[in-house]
């Protein structure tokens, strides 16, 4: 019992920690919002303002420390399928969520840090020897993106890219996926899966990383 | 209640008070007119968590123009620009400029992924010569109300120019209906101004019409359409259930379009089956809200079980404080009928792909 009762006191005393510096925040933000005292008859004056904002839910890849099968040639780590192949790397199937959390339509660049040279010494080649960066961009809801021209879901955007395509990436140019990102909330999406073929070929070794910047622009 | 509730109560309220924080810019799009030499000034509000590394940038037409009180900050932050525009841009029309706020990496991953905002301000440089930009609007109406047309009309030219407006209403086979005159105007370069035109609908047909706007400025033209409608209290039976399978209690649908610039309350029908002899069955829909101009389906339920397969006669009632009704014929079609039909179908396909494969080996062989 005796026990039981200093727990509790010990999550009472947190409780009160918590609420203290909740009250912090809620007296911040309180002081600096406008104070709204102003008495008026009859009409109410709102005006919302437009604002671009994006957030990516899901922001990181990592699959951890692995190397190819010893006499495997490649190994293939794919963010869609959510599988590695080839390699002892800790598979990932969240890929990256990017979401239009502001009230505008946007259309979404993406530039990549790294090309599949400089990230895992490859060529994007057809052969498995060559090693590969690409990319993949999916609605993550339904009828996300569309094209700018006919509103068709998903194909054919301003750039040529289409949904679910997978693309070599590209470190110099930035590439249109999405040419209406949209705002509402039902529809508000898009997830990039990343594939990489890492060949036994390959001269770079250690923790390798690459940034990919996704860029939203009001349409 | 014990105090390892108000812990989590606690611990939940804390967190619910934590929003999305992602990266964002306001306000959004931004037009200017160019002016020679003119300073524009606007405050952006970059939104961020509070420990994110920001970086604003510029780009695009005269983004070396561009000079920001700050551009590098963490968290939430106001950022003025000013921009000076040139006393001369040889490039008329729309110049884009991008104003665009970006998370610094911090690359703690194997892939990291970070994000950018950006705003385009289009500055609009004036054509040499004359060169207007019109836009029409009108609003819906019902027959007997007033449609307002509207052709706002800017002078993006370097001269001043004289503009005459005129509406001609066309119905859509393009037959023209009448001319409206929305006077003549002396604009000066970048004046922007309203040509307006009231109209009494009472002695139109309520049908859809194509407005043509043209405006005269000097010998040059300038047009942009629209299509209006003029509504009256109907709602259109554009389709129907006409064949349906005899197996229980069947949906039957009935789609309807409103004609009507409101909108209508209480819509149901009520549906007649019949023979040559007498009426067999009738049912009622349940009743729907339809909003102007819609078009919507409203669904009944026939008991098929009471009628035998075979053609029969509809008809049907469509109540919505006025009525619509329509005479069609419906058809019960026994369920195994019906397989048939996909079966005949998948037979020909099938022996339409044998004969196609047959013909193809025996032409290899041949080579």
Redesign the interface.
């Known amino acids: 019992m005796g026990v039981n009762k200093n727990i ?2 010990r ?2 005393y ?2 009160l920690i ?2 203290a ?2 009250l912090v ?2 007296i911040y933000n309180l002081t600096n919002s406008p104070i709204v005292t102003g008495k008026v008859t009859a009409t109410a004056n709102l005006t919302i ?9 899901t ?5 951890a420390k692995g190397a190819v099968t010893v006499g495997a040639v490649a190994a293939q780590l794919d963010t869609s399928e959510g599988t590695v192949t080839g390699g002892n790397w800790t598979a990932n199937s969240y890929g ?1 969520v ?2 239009n ?2 009230n ?1 339509n ?1 259309t979404i660049d993406l530039t990549f ?1 790294k090309d599949a040279q400089y990230f895992i010494d490859g060529t994007n080649g057809t052969n498995i020897w060559n090693g590969d960066y690409r990319f993949n961009v999916t609605a993550n809801e339904t009828n996300s993106c569309s094209n700018s021209t006919t509103v068709t879901y998903g194909i054919n955007m301003s750039s040529g890219y289409y949904l679910g395509r997978f693309m070599n990436t590209n470190s110099s140019t930035a590439l249109r996926v999405c040419d209406n990102l949209f705002w509402e909330d039902t529809k508000d999406q898009i997830r ?1 899966d ?1 594939y990489l073929n890492i060949s036994t070929n390959s001269s770079i070794t250690g ?13 | 209640m ?3 509730l ?2 989590f109560i ?2 939940f ?2 967190f619910s ?1 934590q929003g ?10 931004q037009y200017v007119d160019y002016v020679p030499n003119l300073e524009y000034v606007k405050t952006f509000t970059i ?1 961020t968590s509070l420990d994110d590394n920001i970086e604003m940038y510029a780009k695009g037409a005269f983004s070396e123009f561009v000079i920001f009180d700050k551009k590098e900050f963490m968290g939430t932050n106001d950022v003025k620009i000013t921009l000076v525009l040139p006393d001369n841009v040889e490039t008329p029309g729309e110049n884009v400029l ?1 104003i ?1 706020a ?1 998370e610094k ?1 911090l ?14 301000i289009v500055v609009r440089v004036p054509y040499p010569g004359k060169y207007v930009e019109i836009e029409l609007s009108v609003n819906d109406v019902n027959i007997g109300e007033e449609a307002l047309f509207n052709v706002q009309a800017i002078n993006r030219g370097k001269e001043a120019i004289h503009s005459n407006v005129d509406i001609t209403l066309n119905d859509l086979d393009g037959n023209e209906i009448e001319k409206l005159n929305l006077g003549s105007r002396s604009m000066e370069p970048l004046e922007t101004f309203n040509f307006k035109y009231v109209l009494n609908t009472s002695k139109y047909e309520p049908a859809d019409y194509n407005a043509v706007a043209l405006v005269d400025y000097g010998g040059f033209l300038v047009s942009d359409e629209k299509i209006f409608r003029i509504g009256n209290l109907l709602v259109n039976i554009v389709n129907y259930s006409s064949i349906i399978v005899k197996d229980g209690i069947r949906p039957y649908f009935i789609d309807i379009e409103s004609r009507w610039n409101y909108p209508i309350e209480g819509v149901f029908a009520e549906v007649y089956v019949s023979n040559e002899e007498k009426e067999l069955i009738s049912f009622l829909t349940p009743s729907a809200r339809i909003s102007s101009w819609e078009k919507s389906r409203i669904t009944g339920y026939l008991d098929t079980s009471k009628l035998e397969v075979g053609k029969y006669d509809s008809k049907i009632v469509l109540s919505y404080g006025n009525e619509t009704i329509i005479h069609g014929e419906l058809e019960i079609i026994n369920s195994v009928e019906n397989n048939y039909f996909y079966y005949l179908i998948f037979g020909v396909i099938s022996l339409i792909v044998i004969f196609i494969l047959i013909v193809f080996r025996k032409g290899l062989k041949l080579k």
């Open positions: 509790d006191n999550y009472f947190i409780s918590i609420l510096i909740s925040f809620f303002a437009e604002v671009v904002s994006v957030n990516f839910s922001s990181n890849i990592t699959w990256l990017l979401e959390i502001g505008q946007v840090g990039i990343l923790f390798v990383s690459d940034t990919i910047t996704a860029t939203a622009t009001a349409v | 014990n105090t390892k108000y812990f606690f611990l309220l804390l008070f999305v924080e992602g990266l964002g810019i306001s306000p959004s799009k939104t991008i665009g970006r990496s690359g703690s991953a194997t892939i990291a992924a970070v994000t950018a905002v950006q705003i385009p």
